[in-house]
């Protein structure tokens, strides 16, 4: 009963932070645009909370024994996520305006990323209530494994071959008006491939063929020049190994040969040198190579400790916003403290993603509850590091704060998953 009242206070939370933020963009639009309040902010956050409301409904009707605050978490990213995408469509707007008053030649397009993350978070959570209601126990798909292991490389490799350069990585394949990362798929299909091929282990012989399937993903992810995805499928590899068999000499093995392999791609990969260079002096080309990097930096630091208020900063300066520096527009209008609490609530849903591993008796469930765990936590951690200067910078999104509808719908696949795992571990 206890665990049932904290998600009725934490949901009311969730809906007066959506409300609170949408009615003061709503307010602000209007001032800028000189049209009184702006409902259409209230719409949307009207339509977040009816969202958020009912797929928390289904779920504990159907299946109230799992972990709830693993969707509530994840809840209140997205509505942090959507109020600064709308707070940042409203400035492209105010250009946009500003471009046609002044008679510029080629004014910047205005941009409705928020409505589109909308129905991004609204596939979501339907594929997130699908996958519950409609998936049998877990323990039957662990035989998949070489299912998994050809989709894994398939995914992996199509960008490479059949996908567009984007901001510098290979990573993106546009296909009948729509793209998509295929990266993102690969990455859910490697945890339960080995998930499946480490659940029975009993020897090294065993760990051969996982080994080839990750080494030949982290080449692809290299040669696609996507430094960011290399980097969690790393993790993810490393975390469900010591899990997987409780070798610390396996994971020793394993980080000495991803950093020789990282010395390597340094001496051959112009594009690596490059991000590193930048990581270490940014400031030596602050409006060429080194300028996204300066730019968030300088973001985050004229925000301070509290920010200087919601749609008041200046994210039109920050390049690729909505997507892979989003962290550093957020700190800029609502502070330092909204930042950390961001990372609080990453840190949050992990634990109770890894809650639900530690439950279950199952060894294929636990596995699949890491490597998801895993890859939330990691994907986090390396935009955030490579946002604030902690690491070389990597063009990935922030989990469910970022505009991106395939990292989107990928997570809460992988979160669906965790909660059927959750509930069969009660």
């Not at 049932?4 to 963009?25: I, M, S």
């Not at 877990?138 to 070489?146: D, E, H, I």
């Not at 040198?273 to 300066?294: C, E, F, M």
């Not at 200067?389 to 509808?405: D, E, H, N």
């Amino acid at each position: 009963m206890k665990s049932v009242k904290d998600e009725r206070r934490l949901l009311f939370l969730t809906y007066l932070l959506a409300l609170v933020c949408f009615v003061d963009l709503g307010m602000l639009k209007g001032e800028s645009f000189n049209q009184g309040f702006d409902y259409g902010a209230l719409v949307v956050g009207g339509v977040m909370c009816i969202l958020i409301a009912y797929s928390h409904f289904v779920i504990r009707k159907f299946f109230p024994d799992g972990d709830k605050h693993i969707f509530i978490f994840a809840a209140i990213l997205c509505v942090i996520g959507i109020v600064m995408l709308y707070r940042l469509d409203m400035t492209n707007a105010l250009l946009h305006q500003s471009d046609i008053l002044n008679n510029v030649a080629k004014p910047r397009a205005a941009t409705n990323f928020a409505i589109k993350q909308v129905i991004w978070f609204a596939l979501g959570v339907s594929g997130y209530i699908a996958l519950v209601v409609l998936l049998p126990d877990l323990k039957r798909f662990a035989k998949l494994r070489y299912v998994y292991m050809v989709l894994t490389l398939i995914f992996m490799s199509m960008s490479l071959l059949i996908g567009t350069e984007v901001y510098g990585a290979k990573n993106w394949v546009f296909f009948a008006g729509m793209s998509f990362q295929p990266s993102e798929f690969g990455k859910l299909f490697l945890v339960a491939y080995l998930a499946s091929s480490l659940r029975e282990f009993e020897n090294f012989q065993q760990l051969i063929e996982p080994g080839l399937v990750v080494l030949t993903s982290l080449g692809l992810m290299v040669f696609q020049k996507d430094l960011g995805s290399a980097l969690i499928i790393f993790a993810i590899s490393l975390t469900m190994l010591y899990i997987a068999t409780s070798k610390l000499r396996y994971v020793l093995t394993g980080l000495i040969l991803f950093i020789g392999g990282s010395l390597v791609s340094y001496k051959l990969f112009d594009h690596v040198r490059l991000r590193v260079a930048i990581w270490k002096n940014p400031w030596s080309d602050p409006y060429n190579k080194g300028h996204q990097l300066v730019q968030s930096l300088i973001a985050i630091a004229s925000g301070g400790l509290f920010g200087v208020g919601l749609g008041k900063g200046f994210p039109e300066y920050i390049p690729v916003n909505n997507s892979d520096f989003i962290f550093a527009a957020i700190c800029e209008d609502l502070g330092l403290l909204m930042g950390l609490a961001l990372i609080l609530l990453y840190f949050l849903l992990f634990y109770r993603c890894m809650r639900a591993a530690v439950y279950v008796n199952d060894k294929f469930s636990r596995l699949l509850a890491v490597g998801y765990s895993t890859l939330l936590a990691s994907q986090a951690m390396v935009i955030i590091g490579g946002v604030v200067g902690a690491i070389p910078l990597t063009g990935i999104t922030l989990p469910f704060v970022s505009y991106g509808g395939t990292s989107m719908l990928i997570m809460f696949f992988a979160l669906a998953i965790v909660q059927k795992i959750s509930e069969e571990s009660i």
